[in-house]
């Protein structure tokens, strides 16, 4: 059985920054693509940044190049995002994804097989 369970979502100043993790079980995370999606409030969920299986290629929505950063711990089996200099409209709730199948370069939320929970990233302006 497949899980990912999302952690470090919070409130946080605009400016500010947030780290995400997102813990698999049941599923080698050397082998998969991952991303980190973003549903706000009356809006789609989004892409916000994936990691291919190996970790070689990496891709960002334009709206947050240059301040996040996804990484990936194969030994841990956990993928990260780290959030700097947050925005008001990069509140949402964040999910983590694993493609739908094995040595995929992309993800988008249409290939998407597993997903977390999500967690809520709240930044006051």
């Known amino acids: 059985q497949v899980q990912l369970e999302e952690s470090g979502g919070g409130l946080v100043q605009a400016g500010g920054s947030l780290r995400l993790s997102c813990a698999a079980s049941g599923l080698p995370l050397n082998t998969y693509a991952m991303g980190w999606f973003r549903q706000a409030p009356g809006k789609e969920r989004e892409f916000v940044a994936g990691?291919?299986?190996?970790?070689?290629?990496?891709r960002y929505a334009d709206s947050v190049k240059g301040r996040f950063t996804i990484s990936k711990d194969t030994a841990k089996n956990t993928i990260f995002l780290q959030m700097n200099s947050l925005k008001f409209e990069d509140t949402a709730v964040y999910y983590c994804?694993?493609?739908?199948?094995?040595?995929?370069?992309?993800?988008?939320?249409?290939?998407?097989?597993?997903w977390g929970q999500g967690t809520q990233v709240t930044v006051s302006s």
């Open positions: 994804a694993t493609a739908d199948r094995k040595y995929t370069i992309g993800i988008t939320k249409h290939t998407a097989e597993y």
């Open positions: 990691c291919s299986w190996s970790g070689g290629s990496i």
